[in-house]
């Protein structure tokens, strides 16, 4: 009874309307509070998360860039006083850079997140304890809540997701990749890059050999006194991993014709495509692809499912004079069926980040090449400013942040 009435509240706290419009509304509502406010309340976890901006969602799918809210932070308090909400959108920026530059720790994480989930299939033990973590059934009272949270809304708090994650490692014991792929199954914000890399930093494979340890302590603290824990792990040794691999050089824009007969492709990533329709395009036709289904082996919630879904349905009814006809595909071969169909040229797109869409189209360009049909990928102009410095630690990164903002600026950068 009491876990019914702790559920149906979830439900009525915490609303996400899969559109830019409800973004940018949520924006708005938020930038006021985006300096001093945020900056004193951000780590309380008190069960609204009105402390927080809850933007995720719609920046996880492109339907809100990071220029755009950093831009509006800085309108409502002038340049300094949002410096920690800059700094927090700075590390999805840092996050999807770092991977990009090292594509091989995703493949390595669903290679791990396979044998991990292999063994769950063979060792009743260790599946029962996955399967009372997954469901919320553990009895450590604030990790079952979190859990139930997460299925219901499909968010947690920052907080909440680190204490979470060093629970399910240190105290539960369980393989670090089932809890990233717990999350990336719920979370509508769930991303490759900031949940493989924030589970992988909460366990000291990021920040090698430095851990998050959750303290029962902090919890009471930063929830209010909601939770207390007791028998939470008192140490976190680092786990293990190889060292890490040394940074490709950053993707950039491929060339783009813009006399050629050009298709444009929308993936549930980058669901803003207005800079690329001003400055260079006029598709003839449009495809999209929701990749929502490949972020796990396992089946994505039916409200991760449903958000990708709207928010594709949302940008082209909101851009449906400009895109053409709009036709949905599932992988590389439908994608090279649409646009042979429609006799294109060339097939412009958003650079897709590591991540579940790119494995979606693994092969396009050289599939659309046997046919005769270019792919320009073009590199959103912020992730190019920012992503060639996401090259070791975020410290690093912040230190050159003032100048990627400066220049982010000055260009009018979306
Ligand atoms: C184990 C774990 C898993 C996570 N998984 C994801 C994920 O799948 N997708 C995701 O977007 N974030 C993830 N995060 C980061 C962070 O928890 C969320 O971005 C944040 O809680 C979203 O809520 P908000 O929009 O209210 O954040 P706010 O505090 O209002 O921050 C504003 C924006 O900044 C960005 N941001 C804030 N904190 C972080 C951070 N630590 N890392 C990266 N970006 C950040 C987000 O885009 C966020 O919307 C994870 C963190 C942890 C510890």
Redesign the pocket.
């Known amino acids: 009874m009491a876990r019914a009435r702790l559920r149906s509240s979830f439900e009525i706290m915490i609303q996400f309307a899969p559109s830019r419009a409800a973004g940018l509304a949520q924006l708005d509502d938020?930038a006021p509070r985006a300096a001093g406010d945020?900056a004193r309340t951000?780590n309380f976890d008190t069960g609204g998360?009105t402390n927080?901006?809850?933007?995720?969602?719609w920046?996880?799918h492109g339907l809100l860039t990071?220029t755009e809210?950093i831009t509006a932070a800085v309108r409502h308090h002038g340049p300094d006083l949002p410096e920690k909400?800059v700094t927090?959108?700075a590390?999805?920026l840092?996050?999807k850079g770092w991977l990009e530059l090292r594509p091989g720790i995703w493949t390595a994480y669903k290679a791990e997140r396979q044998a991990a989930w292999n063994d769950v299939q063979t060792q009743s033990g260790l599946r029962q304890r996955w399967e009372q973590a997954c469901t919320g059934q553990t009895g450590i009272a604030c990790f079952d809540h979190w859990a139930a949270e997460l299925a219901q809304t499909g968010?947690?708090?920052?907080h909440a997701?680190?204490w979470?994650?060093s629970i399910w490692i240190f105290t539960l014991g369980l393989p670090w990749t089932l809890?990233?792929d717990l999350?990336?199954r719920h979370?509508l914000?769930?991303?490759a890059a900031?949940?493989t890399l924030?589970?992988r930093?909460?366990g000291g494979l990021h920040t090698q050999g430095k851990t998050?340890v959750a303290t029962a302590e902090n919890i009471a603290r930063y929830t209010d006194g909601r939770f207390n824990p007791r028998d939470l792990a008192q140490v976190a040794p680092a786990l293990d991993g190889p060292p890490l691999p040394a940074p490709r050089p950053c993707p950039v824009s491929d060339p783009f014709a813009p006399s050629r007969r050009s298709g444009l492709l929308l993936t549930d990533e980058t669901l803003y495509p207005d800079p690329l329709l001003d400055r260079v395009l006029l598709p003839v036709t449009t495809a999209t692809l929701q990749a929502s289904a490949a972020r796990s082996h396992l089946l994505v919630s039916d409200r991760v499912t449903q958000f990708s879904r709207a928010a594709i349905t949302d940008c082209t009814t909101r851009l449906a004079g400009r895109l053409g006809p709009v036709t949905a595909c599932t992988d590389t071969q439908t994608v090279v069926d649409w646009a042979s169909a429609a006799q294109l040229e060339q097939v412009v797109m958003h650079h897709v980040p590591t991540g579940p869409a790119a494995d979606m189209l693994a092969g396009l360009k050289e599939a659309l090449a046997a046919q005769g049909i270019a792919l320009s990928q073009q590199m959103r102009p912020i992730d190019q400013l920012a992503w060639p410095s996401a090259t070791a630690g975020f410290f690093k990164f912040k230190r050159v942040l003032p100048d990627i903002l400066a220049q982010a600026k000055f260009e009018n950068l979306s």
């Open positions: 938020f945020y951000r998360h927080v901006s809850r933007l995720s969602p920046l996880r990071e809210v909400f927090e959108v590390w999805r840092y996050f968010y947690l708090h920052n997701r680190m979470f994650a809890g990233a999350f990336l979370l914000d769930g991303d900031s949940n924030s589970w930093w909460v998050y």
